[in-house]
């Protein structure tokens, strides 16, 4: 029996935990002593309640759950988390009532605000484009600046998920297909998102999600099981992870599929033994929604008490909307069939985390003032970085000298009900961001080009994709048309079987081309890889727009116009049919590679083997070479640099940006290697006719691998290195060989 406190027992120990915590967030001191205090006061009830998370009952992001009684029971403290409260008044409310409880520990509130609160900055996949790791930083942290000034303590974002599949909905909220740019990624958004310190009032606590290896969804289907090999889960799936815990990252989030026989939320081996004791992970780990019930449905737990005594003991700290754990975890402690370590290290774990952030100190110090928010938050400032983010995102797949627009054109028309939408700008996962802060496609074109006449054709309609009728087209001097998704078409559980854009659409880019004969420009949107080849030949110029969010009209006229050139690049492949996925460049080689002149070669008879689009790609309004890579030496120790330069030129007529790509092939190895892998880019702004030399550095453990055992090993022996600006290239270019020593 736990011994209560009395009520000036109560005060004194607080009074002395807000000096101690106080004092260390100063020093920036461990806060383990004091959560180590507060664990000691708690109930097993209490203690289990740490470790359940409901939603507020007005949002919910998955299937929806009866917590009618949640207010009382965030009084009797079983409740240490709520998410989805997406008011300031809400959550203020639910932290007075859990001020009403026994030991006032303060809840943790928690959302998804994946690309920005009610700033929306283009989804995580576009932003991916633009290889700029300082921008993603920088947008991450407009966010969390956002959701903390809502009274929100923690993001469910960066997904890191590595992904190769388009007809899985949820690639547009990551990196995309390259595990070392994915964990760059994941760096730098967990920065953004955490800044240096927790206690920091504009920032919130990030989660990497989903672990782990969500992104195999076999075939594209959400929530399928991963059966991949233990090699694969290691080299491609886990290291952005590992790159999230190097950057601090505070939570994890367990995924909902099964890995290789056992589900994400109940797997110890990856949750308890990898994640927290090898690589010594110190935060906490929530189940995706109902995860640790829907054990059931993988039937690995007859009920919901043993799909909680599976989750916990696995390492699942927090249970997110199945209340397994409040419902079942009592009794398996009473019965020793869990271990009371094993609930005080979730709680601690959680505990520790509120201390971190100062909610002992301040239950309410996250929560401003609604009334100020539209101004403070969606300011000029946050929208200028957005609408950089536009700018930076927009990949440009083709140009017959079409773009960027000539000052001659008077007379535009703007095709599509994309081109007036405001939902669709924002995107799925689009937090707190309201259809109001969006500049339509029209709007930043109207603004942009004052002296144009810019008319709006519907083109088809939105709901059954039919062609409307069109007007006259010859008038016009050019034709720009958005087709590709709605914001709900990608997302989570919107996988598709044909990731073609859809045929009327297509359609309509060749009559619009048939019917004016004048240059069309075709802007695709969506968040996945989209096959429009029935409309490539038709289109002048092609620009993937993403979702860009609330400055996806200026980012888009910015570009059009030349205001800004492009500088994108592709982060996934793009197929050319929806049967080559998962498709990606760093595949492994095989004993027979394609060749098209060999029948008995890895190929398709109905298709051609290669992609539309490779990873890396994406075209400016000028063109530059980059020169044949030059290595400081031939042969290398392992502990010396490998130091590779090459020179790059801006050969056409704008000053422009390019992202020099770096890919390493391990010739020989001890197990089968990819045909070649990013290992470095870097961007490089030249004026026309300017050049540049740029330097890369690797070490030998750039170039190493996990080996039969999973061991992590770089292996001595001969390594190419290419440069070029897209995957494709790269391997066109005269490669630089050296060799490491033994
Ligand atoms: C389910 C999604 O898989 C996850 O990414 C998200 O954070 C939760 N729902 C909460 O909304």
Redesign the pocket.
Known sequence: MQRIPNKYQLLVFIFLINILSSQAQMLHKDYSSQADSVLQLMTLEEKIGQLNQYSNDRKN??PVINNKNHLEEIRKGKVGSM??VTSVSRAKQYQEEAMKSRLRIPLLFG??VVHGMKTIFPIPMGEAASFDLELMRKTAEIAAAEASAHGLHWT?AP?IDIARDARWG?VM?GAGEDTWYGSEVAKARVKGFQGNNYNDRRTVLA?A??FAAYGVAIAGKDYTGADISENTLHQVYLPPFRAAIEADVATF?SA?NDVNGIPATAHKPLMRDLLKETWKFNGFVVS??GSVGELQNHRVAANAEEAALLAVTAGCDMD?CSASYIGNLEKLVKEGKVDIAIIDDAVKRILTKKFELGLFDDPFGYNYREAELDDELINKAHRKIAREAGNKSIVLLKNNAALPLPGTVRNIALVGPLCTSRWDMIGNWGAMGKPEYVTTILDGFKTALPNCKITHIEGYDPRTNEIKELPELSGFDVIIVAVGEKASESG?AKSKVDININSNHQQLVKRLKEESNKPVIALVMGGRPLVFSAMEPYADAILVTWWLGVEAGNSIADVITGKYNPSAKLPMTYPRHSGQCPIYYNHKSTGRPWSKDNQYTSRYIDEDIRPAYPFGYGLSYTTFHISAPVLSKEQYGFNEKIILKTTVKNTGNYKGKETVQLYLQDVVSSVTRPVIELCGFQQVELEKGEEREIEFVLTSKDLGFFNIYNEFVTEPGEFKLFVGNSSENATMLKSASFYLAK
């Open positions: 992001t998955g998410l989805n959302m998804d469910f997904m949820r909220e989660c999600k989903h989030m909902f995706d929604w997110m989570e």
